[in-house]
């Protein structure tokens, strides 16, 4: 009793113009259907802070910047073996002060086959020395040092700050700061230049991201 259900014959006596009305309503809904799978492949993106959907292309982006600043902002030092450090080297002593190598001797090779190496620097901020013992192997880390020269303007604020002036002309009032100390013995330089009617240039020294005065010099003006 059910056979005329199965039967093909009512599609084969559907008119044909029936028949396109059905292949076209079956397309639309194919296309509704594939549709609907994109968005939901879409909302599948992470959520931002304010709703907002995230763009990987955009998130990659953002993460190799963080990565390269890191990068950048780490390059204060550089390793090297300690075995290739000399007088005059400048090196890292305490983890965290620079410091300029006066001597370095080798004791003998010990059990495991290293020789180690004795190290004597002072700070050259501070003038305090330091001494340490370092396989010679094994790496040490040396900070990266920068010498300017600025010519002085006659000018240091109530806050320590030394009015510079560079090789093209450009004033710069932050980038020595100074003690009592080392602002007294700016004066003193600076008024025996101007007895012999010379002008003052400073030395300016810089590592791991701070700045001291390395050298006076009395200039023609």
Known sequence: RFSRFLSPQPFLRTPPHH???IIMA???AQGLALAEGRKKIKDR?????GGEKADKKVDAKKIDTEVQQGEAGASKTFPLPA??????SF?????KFPCKVESLSTSKTGKHGHAKINISAKDIFTGKKYEDICPSTHNVECPFVKRQEYNFTGEI???GYV?????QGEMNSNVLKVDDATSQEIRSQ???AEDNKKGLSITVISAMGINGVAAFKQIDI
Not at 83 to 88: A, E, I, P, S, Y
């Open 91 to 95: 090196i890292v002593m305490k983890k």
């Open 163 to 167: 009015s510079l002036m560079n090789e």
């Open 45 to 49: 993106a992470p959520t931002l802070k």
């Open 157 to 159: 604020d109530e806050q």
């Open 19 to 21: 028949l396109t009305y």
């Open 83 to 88: 075995g290739q450090l000399r007088k005059g």
């Open 26 to 28: 079956f397309g639309q």
């Open 190 to 192: 600076y008024k025996q």
